[in-house]
T-cell receptor, first 112, second 114 residues
Framework: SQQGEEDPQALSIQEGENATMNCSYKTSINNLQWYRQNSGRGLVHLILIRSNEREKHSGRLRVTLDTSKKSSSLLITASRAADTASYFCATDARGNTGKLIFGQGTTLQVKP | EAGVVQSPRYKIIEKKQPVAFWCNPISGHNTLYWYRQNLGQGPELLIRYENEEAVDDSQLPKDRFSAERLKGVDSTLKIQPAELGDSAVYLC????????????FGPGTRLLVL
């Protein structure tokens, strides 16, 4: 069973706009990771945020984590057409070390 | 550095036939994972290996699925016999082990059971 729920399921924006995706999970976690998947490809790791961190940046990516609300968000700033992909959050739940539980993903389309 | 290699990339079989998928992880990665990804869903873990030992196979349907990683390097996932509901993408991933490690995914094998 999947732990995470992602919102929205699909997002369509214009190039240059920001994209925000949200992820909620159910159990306590060690860390939360975000992955990107281009159509027909495997997943690519984007960023990992630990349970004791609240915000993390990597290039145009900004991830926040609110453990009290069991939620995370991924912000992509100044989006590009190449950002078109599906984005998944994954949690490494406490007591299940090394096992990632993925959400259903958000499909992002960036129009040029 | 080569990434995770999987073969075949695509496979079409008729139901009740056997099928096997192969994965070669990143060199030096002790931990290997097999995931199944249904259309429009996130990946779900089937089995996790630490070297040659299966440390988590709780999600593997053992009546028809089997996996092995004999020398602690490459791995094979088998389905026998395949059912229509097995149509999915089978992803292999590896990591260097330890806690809170990033997983590196292969391109997957897309299976269609007719």
């Amino acid at each position: 069973s999947q732990q995470g729920e992602e919102d929205p399921q699909a997002l369509s924006i214009q190039e240059g706009e920001n994209a925000t995706m949200n992820c909620s999970y159910k159990t306590s976690i060690n860390n939360l990771q975000w992955y990107r998947q281009n159509s027909g490809r495997g997943l690519v790791h984007l960023i990992l945020i630990r349970s004791n961190e609240r915000e993390k940046h990597s290039g145009r990516l900004r991830v926040t984590l609110d453990t009290s609300k069991k939620s995370s968000s991924l912000l992509i700033t100044a989006s590009r057409a190449a950002d078109t992909a599906s984005y998944f959050c994954a949690t490494d739940a406490r007591g299940n070390t090394g096992k990632l539980i993925f959400g259903q993903g958000t499909t992002l389309q960036v129009k040029p | 550095e080569a990434g995770v290699v999987q073969s075949p990339r695509y496979k079409i079989i008729e139901k009740k036939q056997p099928v096997a998928f192969w994965c070669n992880p990143i060199s030096g990665h002790n931990t290997l994972y097999w995931y199944r990804q249904n259309l429009g869903q996130g990946p779900e873990l089937l089995i996790r290996y630490e070297n040659e030992e299966a440390v988590d196979d709780s999600q593997l349907p053992k009546d028809r699925f089997s996996a092995e990683r004999l020398k602690g390097v490459d791995s094979t996932l088998k389905i026998q016999p395949a059912e229509l509901g097995d149509s999915a993408v089978y992803l292999c991933a590896s990591s260097s082990g330890g806690l809170q490690e990033t997983q590196y995914f292969g391109p997957g094998t897309r299976l269609l059971v007719l």
